[in-house]
């Protein structure tokens, strides 16, 4: 809990950092932006902060299957989007999509606690782009 651990200037920072941001940003991320305002801080205490901040709540981690934690400050139900080609990840709203799971038929397995949910396929950008051209031999 926050309240009861020791305030510190480098989570203040990570915390505005990451206040309203959409990009779900990994600790690399996060540390280079930072950089730039607090020279001396490593990769490490970014990270090991983010994951404080994750444990009281405060932010999501995702493991969308790209090889990197990344963090979401929008902590409220909600679904991701992943882009296999480019890996961005997008949030979905609550209420734009239905899935019918009744919670019942789980619990022989224990507590539900959370769900996460991430659709995955092409984002709009990485659509629009044109393929490649290609080389037409005579």
Excluded: W
């Amino acid at each position: 809990m926050e309240s009861v651990r020791r305030r510190s200037a480098q989570r203040e920072k990570i915390r505005e950092i990451m206040r309203g941001r959409t990009d779900h940003p990994d600790a690399q991320k996060v540390y280079d932006e930072l950089k730039v305002i607090s020279p001396r801080i490593s990769l490490g205490t970014v990270y090991r902060n983010l994951m404080l901040l994750a444990g009281d709540g405060e932010l999501q981690i995702l493991d969308v299957g790209d090889g990197k934690v990344r963090f979401d400050p929008n902590i409220n139900s909600h679904a991701h989007f992943l882009c296999t080609k480019c890996h961005g990840v997008s949030d979905i709203p609550e209420g734009t999509y239905t899935l019918k799971v009744d919670p019942s038929h789980a619990s022989g397995c224990g507590k539900i606690e959370q769900t996460t949910l991430t659709f995955r396929g092409i984002c709009h950008n990485c659509l629009e782009k044109k393929a490649p051209a290609t080389i037409h031999s005579s």
